[in-house]
């Protein structure tokens, strides 16, 4: 199975912070690697697929990229936090079968 | 516009096998690339893919799941049924279906089904 490791698993931001979350593969997953948000009792909602292809209707404020090696590490930016970013974020490869995700990346306010 | 939605008992006995039903709208589950997959999620934990079922009838599950887990399509009903034998305690959380296309990002995803494993 390819492992997938967020970081941090939690963290503390204001309104208007530019925040980092950022997702490493056991090995490559290619570009196949997709960013998901879920708010508290809710189902996960997906943002960014492959990578950086921001899904319809996702604000701009959003973005994906792939900062350090190519096919492992990976990055969701928010660039200016509000207030209903407020969530959990997870990253899932569909590279290889299982599909895998994350432990989760929690954005709580400061 | 796509949507889904699990159904399903909410308390199962150890043991005993869980059927979930997801009922989709907006999509054929014979179009070619589409899929349907089951994820699970146990309180405060990350989700867990399960298993997916294409537009071709191809169905792969997750290896360490696999021999207690059967999914089928009824195109007809705009259904996917899961079943999971023997279950334990540790299976409790909450099941979710979700539309893919080509079995890689999933989205949207039915709200949830919460299931107990409790005598």
């Known amino acids: 199975d390819i492992q997938m490791t967020q970081s941090p698993s939690s963290l503390s931001a204001s309104v208007g912070d530019r925040v980092t979350i950022t997702c490493r593969a056991s090995?490559?997953?290619?570009?196949?690697l997709h960013w998901y948000q879920q708010k508290p009792g809710k189902a996960p909602k997906l943002l960014i697929s492959?990578?950086?292809?921001?899904?319809t209707g996702v604000p701009s404020r959003f973005s994906g990229s792939e900062p350090g090696t190519p096919g492992t590490d990976f990055a969701l930016t928010i660039s200016s936090l509000q207030p209903e970013d407020f969530a959990t974020y997870y990253c899932?490869?569909?590279?290889?079968?299982?599909?895998?995700f994350g432990q989760g990346t929690k954005v709580e306010i400061k | 516009q796509i949507t889904l939605k699990e159904s399903g008992p909410t308390v199962v006995k150890p043991t005993q096998t869980l059927t979930l039903t997801c009922s989709f709208s907006?999509?054929?589950?014979?179009?070619?690339?589409?899929?349907v997959a089951w994820f699970r999620q146990p309180p405060g934990q990350t989700l867990e893919w399960l298993a997916l079922?294409?537009?071709?009838?191809?169905?792969p599950y997750s290896p360490s799941l696999k021999s207690r887990l059967t999914v089928t399509k009824d195109s007809s009903k705009n259904q996917v049924v899961l079943k999971m034998t023997n279950m334990e305690p540790v299976d409790t959380g909450t099941y979710y279906c979700?539309?893919?296309?080509?079995?890689?990002?999933?989205?949207?995803w039915g709200q949830g089904t919460l299931v107990i494993v409790s005598s």
């Open positions: 899932q490869q569909s590279y290889s079968i299982p599909r895998t």
């Open positions: 090995q490559s997953v290619s570009n196949y």
């Open positions: 907006g999509f054929s589950l014979d179009a070619s690339g589409v899929s």
């Open positions: 079922v294409y537009w071709d009838d191809d169905k």
């Open positions: 492959y990578v950086s292809t921001l899904q």
């Open positions: 979700a539309y893919g296309m080509s079995g890689n990002w999933f989205d949207p």
